[in-house]
């Protein structure tokens, strides 16, 4: 294993502990054009329209029709619930210094802010869940038997 030099170190300029000096050596990254942060934060925030699309088509009568705003409405609010919801299991795990969110971290995390009736669904869910990986079934061999 090579051994790196210690970073330099140089004092402050109020006087108190020291900091250590950026690396010289680094070399300077591209800049990221606004574009690009426009994608990234559109891609990695938001769930894909389509499935949220297809989850609302699912949810009113076959003859109605659901407007591109009203979609990307709901794509922006259940994407940040997530993020909520998800944030909020994080610092629980951080907490208990853990690495992973489990599906009980995602439950406290519901109750705690409030989503207590979500909570109860989801408990049946991660039940069911994990039932079915116990028995051995994936859901592709889940698939794969009934279409046989």
Do not use: W
Not at 27 to 48: H, K, N, S
Not at 50 to 71: D, F, H, L
């Amino acid at each position: 294993m090579p051994e790196f030099p210690p970073p330099e170190i140089a004092p402050q300029q109020d006087g108190s502990a020291p900091v250590a000096e950026p690396a010289r050596d680094a070399p300077e990254p591209a800049p990221i054009t606004e574009q690009e942060v426009g994608e990234y934060r559109e891609q990695d925030r938001f769930l894909p329209i389509a499935n949220v699309s297809r989850i609302m088509k699912n949810a009113v009568p076959t003859t109605a029709k659901i407007s591109k705003e009203a979609k990307e409405c709901v794509q922006e609010c259940v994407s940040e619930f997530i993020s909520f919801i998800t944030s909020e299991a994080a610092e629980k795990c951080q907490m208990e210094k853990r690495k992973t969110i489990g599906g009980e971290d995602i439950i406290y995390a519901m109750v705690t802010l409030g989503f207590e009736n979500y909570a109860e669904t989801l408990k049946i869910h991660l039940t069911k869940l994990r039932t079915t990986s116990s028995s051995g079934h994936t859901r592709l061999e889940a698939s794969e038997s009934r279409d046989e």
